[in-house]
């Protein structure tokens, strides 16, 4: 059974989020506006409370993201959204990929997407 996880209209044609069975799919997120007029650690800060929004309304917690995709505008930043990223997840901490892209919505910075899967397999 599917389920669509959605704290506020997407951007596009997408579910922010999607539930099947044990495993919730996250849409790339970007911060709110507010967060994206500061620094990267701030910005990346934002996007993670994003990712912590739905997470707990489909029931999941940080503990349970297992896979990240990081794209960030500029690869400079990348020091310091570690930084903010690293004290976000605890140990141990999910498997992640970096990529450097030349453009994302909405101006963003930086954009997020994960997997997280519920239980132990």
Known sequence: MKKTIA????????????????TLYLSGQI???????????LETEGVLLQID???????FSRSDVVKCTVYL???NDFPAMN?????????P????????VTGLPKNARIEIDAIAVKGDF
């Open 7 to 22: 704290l506020t209209t997407p951007l596009g044609p997408y579910s922010p989020a999607l539930q099947l069975g044990p």
């Open 31 to 41: 911060a709110p506006d507010e967060a994206r007029n500061g620094s990267i650690s």
């Open 53 to 59: 929004r739905l997470l707990q309304a489909a029931g």
């Open 73 to 75: 505008v500029d690869f």
């Open 83 to 91: 930084h903010a990223y690293e004290s976000f997840f605890s140990d």
């Open 93 to 100: 901490k999910p498997t992640r990929t970096a990529i450097g």
